[in-house]
């Protein structure tokens, strides 16, 4: 059994709808399907969930908001008509128009773009239509609730054999309707997979995966064929933009493999997120590469050296007690370096120099700006013992100074600082050292 999730630019037209349909019907375990909201039909034009967010700030702002609920309906008519279908839309028009006129809350209107698709797609397949709101929960506070929400949609989806739930929304006990952040229909697939303990995952949108590096650094950057949830969070956090975090939670905790796919070019195997590693096809030994500006390095240095780890520690104790995060800590007994986002540094740097001083341990300071952290993901990196080697002679034949690096840290990335004006250069020379 597959969860088939389509984004919104998969959905932003009538033709888009008919790719969807034709891949739908191209596997019969395509049963549980989750549609975000009409998107973008071309670069100037504007998502449907815009509109609804600017129909609900009109609104507040006592401006008509008709003219923009009228380009949301005839976004839906558009595509009606384009499928042919018979179905009134207008009931549910008039609903939401009267709704928000009577002040309904951002959520709510922001939550009928993909409730709309979703009837619409329901009609259209013939699939049942199960709204959201019934199904995922929301606490009192707006939270969602990942068990409850668990326990009652694995109930109600044992009430339905093709169903289409709409993605980005939910519904609390007192009867709002709440929305996940944006993007948000990710999170619906991934907790509608898991309460069905779907075989698999799969996220349609409008590119064949993702690309071992960003393609606004490297030209042509080519697609992970394969990557697991791991490497994918350590990439997440090194800035790449792959699935959030809050979509990868559901699978990954039922053990669900996920798979991104192109709804534009649908024989694309795509990107296989899976929990374990298994080899990538391509024999790659890195996953991605990703890079981050914005960095600070924070060098601590005992005056008189000794071989206890108090002032270590002491450190670590001091950056917790003042609140300041750190990405990475490459350290001796004597001297810690701490890697932290230069725009947290300023509001705690003097609170870490109090902490310091109480330690009684004389030290020397210095902070190095400007420093970019470029991040190699991999399992193959700790198979491959060179890898350290080659990044610094690369680096140091096209004349980049290598700050820091850090190999091997939990075995699955090397991490190196770069001056920040150079993170594009190295990133393209990793790149093409490595692929
Ligand atoms: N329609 C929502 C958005 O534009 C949610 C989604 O597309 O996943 O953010």
Known sequence: ????????????????????????????????????????????????????????????EGISFEPTFERICQRYLDIAYGLQ?????????????????????????????????????????????????????????????????????????????????????????????????????????????????????????????????????????????????????????????????????????????????NTNFPVHPGTMITCTAIQREDFAIFAGVAGKKGFSLLVLEKEAPDRSWSFVQGVLEGAKNCGLAFQYLPSGVNCACLLVETKQLYSYIDGFKAEMEKLEMPHFLAIQNEIAGIVLVGYGIVQNRETVNRIYEILQRQGIDVVVINQGCGELSTWVGVPEDKMEEAIRAIYSEFV
Request: charge should be negative; aromatic fraction near 10%; glycine fraction near 8%.
């Open 1 to 60: 059994m597959i969860v088939a999730k389509f984004g919104g630019s998969s959905l932003a037209n009538a033709t888009q709808f008919q790719k969807v349909r034709d891949i739908i019907l191209a596997d019969s375990g395509r049963t549980l399907i989750v549609p975000s909201a009409p998107g973008k039909r071309y670069d100037k034009d504007e998502k449907v969930t815009d509109l609804l967010f600017r129909c609900h700030r009109e609104q507040k």
């Open 85 to 261: 279908l018979t179905l009134n839309l207008q009931p549910h028009f008039d609903q939401i128009r009267q709704q928000i006129t009577s002040g309904a809350s951002a959520d709510y209107c922001a939550s009928r773009g993909e409730y709309l698709n979703g009837i619409l797609l329901a009609e259209y397949l013939d699939f049942d239509f199960l709204d959201a709101a019934e199904v995922i929960l929301f606490d009192e506070k707006g939270v969602f609730d990942p068990e409850k929400t668990n326990i009652v949609l694995e109930k109600a989806l044992k009430n339905y054999k093709k169903v289409v739930i709409p993605g980005f929304y939910g519904g609390s006990h007192d009867g709002n309707i709440r929305v996940f952040s944006r993007g948000g229909s990710d999170i619906t697939g991934a907790i509608v997979a898991r309460a069905a303990q779907a075989d698999l995952y799969e996220n349609w949108t409008d590119v064949s995966g993702f690309l071992m590096a960003d393609p606004r650094i490297v030209h042509n950057p080519k697609p992970i064929s394969h990557i697991t949830y791991h490497e994918m969070h350590e990439l997440c956090s090194a800035g790449a933009t792959v699935l959030h975090e809050d979509c990868v939670f559901p699978v990954r905790y039922a053990g669900i493999p996920t798979n991104i796919r």
